[in-house]
């Protein structure tokens, strides 16, 4: 064999043992980089959860004797990023005209130029009683929409399928359904004790026959669901699901006829943490309200107000840690 067939064979040779030892550490490298990727210490290749935005307001009616200003004013103070304001209402020694009063007085524009200053946003209009929608959406467009909460306005069924209670409350929703959608706005509907839904039944009815789940959905009130105590709070949250629009950090307090200022949350009996972690869980993204039913003095609540909001958010920190 000559000198240069010798030469080429082993040049052959060496080029095929390199191609194979770079095909076996090329096929290391994969394994070793797929390896970094499943491996929890890469954090950065890990997803991580998306920690919950607990957003909290409160109620003028809690305010009911002070003007919307002064209102905007201690809300700003206590810490709270949001108002849910009322009006008109009235029970026992509470009466508040604040959605009125802005209407004839400020409009939903001024209400806007309000709220700016004081670096507050409207967590919802409330319109109970007889309060008709008709009579305020224009105002509420102007201001540029949001959660309207409304009562069902309709008697607890006797029925032992609630289905066509619940169709027959949704064909009668249908003018104010229109109305939410001229001002950009949704229909949230609070359950109570004495209306249509004020059990899991009426609850799992609305959520399954809701014809317009955009434009409609439910404000949960816990205070009146938790006389039943068959069913814990975190299940009807469980269910309510996307269709939850509004909630009110409320509970049954321990003073007489279950009122006073033990209805705050931290103030009475209730742990809110698991309902803050059903709510979590659940991608809740509107607001809270911290609230309670009470003839009250603003320099008295206001403090209590505070607690509460440092309680809520003591709570938020064990469910959704930063």
Not at 95 to 109: A, F, P, Q, S, V
Not at 141 to 157: L, Q
Not at 159 to 188: H, T, Y
Not at 236 to 243: A, E, N, R, V
Request: some cysteine; aromatic content about 10%; hydrophobic content about 40%.
């Amino acid at each position: 064999m000559s000198k240069e067939s010798q030469s080429l064979m082993n040049s052959t040779s060496d080029y095929n043992v390199s191609r194979r030892a770079f095909i076996r550490a090329s096929a290391g490298a994969v394994v070793a980089a797929s390896a970094c990727r499943l491996s929890p210490a890469f954090a950065a290749d890990t997803p991580r959860k998306k920690s919950w935005d607990m957003k909290l307001a409160t109620s003028s009616v809690i305010f009911d004797k002070l003007k919307i200003e002064q209102v905007c004013e201690r809300v700003k103070r206590i810490g709270l990023k949001a108002l849910d304001i009322w009006g008109p209402f009235s029970y026992y020694k509470t009466r508040c005209d604040h959605l009125e009063d802005i209407r004839t007085r400020l409009g939903g524009k001024g209400l806007g130029e309000l709220l700016a200053r004081h670096k507050l946003k409207v967590a919802a209009f409330t319109l109970y009683q007889k309060a008709e929608l008709s009579q305020y959406w224009q105002m509420i467009r102007d201001y540029g929409g949001g959660v309207i909460v409304r009562s069902d306005k309709a008697k607890a069924s006797n029925a032992k399928d609630i289905s066509r209670d619940m169709r027959n409350f949704f064909e009668g929703l249908k003018p104010e359904i229109e109305l939410a959608e001229k001002c950009n706005s949704v229909l949230a509907i609070e359950n109570h004790g004495g209306g249509l839904l004020n059990s899991f039944d009426s609850f799992k009815a609305f959520v399954e026959l809701n014809p317009n789940p955009k434009r409609v959905g439910i404000a949960l009130a816990p205070w009146h669901l938790q006389g039943y105590k068959k069913i814990p709070m975190v299940e009807f949250i469980k269910l309510t699901g996307p269709q939850l629009q509004f909630f009110y950090a409320w509970q049954r307090g321990t003073q007489k006829n279950c009122f006073g200022v033990t209805q705050l949350p931290g103030l009475g009996p209730v742990d809110f943490t698991p309902w803050l972690q059903a709510l979590a869980d659940a991608e809740y993204s509107q607001y809270l309200s911290v609230f309670l039913h009470e003839h009250t003095v603003p320099d008295e609540i206001e403090p209590k107000l505070a607690q509460s909001r440092k309680y809520m958010q003591e709570c938020r920190k064990k469910v959704s840690p930063e």
